[in-house]
Nanobody
Framework: QVQLQESGPDLVKPSQTLSLTCTVS??????????WSWIRQPPGKGLEWMGA???????SYSPSLKSHTSISRDTFKNQFSLQLSSVTPEDTAVYYC??????????WGQGTQVTVSS
């Protein structure tokens, strides 16, 4: 059973960089049959796909977030990370990491609430 766990600060000040890490157990982030995503849900809104990283380190991003989003990985620690720069209060959300595979199917982390506020 694949398990994912998000970690990082729960409060970030405006204009700073939000950094989150997803630790994966029960599966490898170098598995060719899956890719690894960051998804968020602002309060009162739907899920928003932010971007993903594949087994070989290739990345893709939502066009609306691409200019200030970066996803990276650490294969030794079996982790992948999100950096969102120049945050504003509109970036307040529950942030999820997820493994995507198949038709697609998902394994989700439990999510972590991040608030952007001074």
């Amino acid at each position: 059973q694949v398990q994912l766990q998000e970690s990082g600060p729960d409060l970030v000040k405006p204009s700073q960089t939000l950094s989150l890490t997803c630790t994966v157990s029960g599966g490898s982030i170098t598995n060719r049959s899956s890719y690894w995503s960051w998804i968020r849900q602002p309060p009162g809104k739907g899920l928003e796909w932010m971007g993903a990283i594949t087994y070989d380190g290739s990345t893709s991003y939502s066009p609306s977030l691409k200019s200030h989003t970066s996803i990276s990985r650490d294969t030794f620690k079996n982790q992948f990370s999100l950096q969102l720069s120049s945050v504003t209060p509109e970036d307040t959300a529950v942030y999820y990491c997820a493994m995507v595979y198949g038709s697609p199917n998902y394994y989700w982390g439990q999510g972590t609430q991040v608030t952007v506020s001074s």
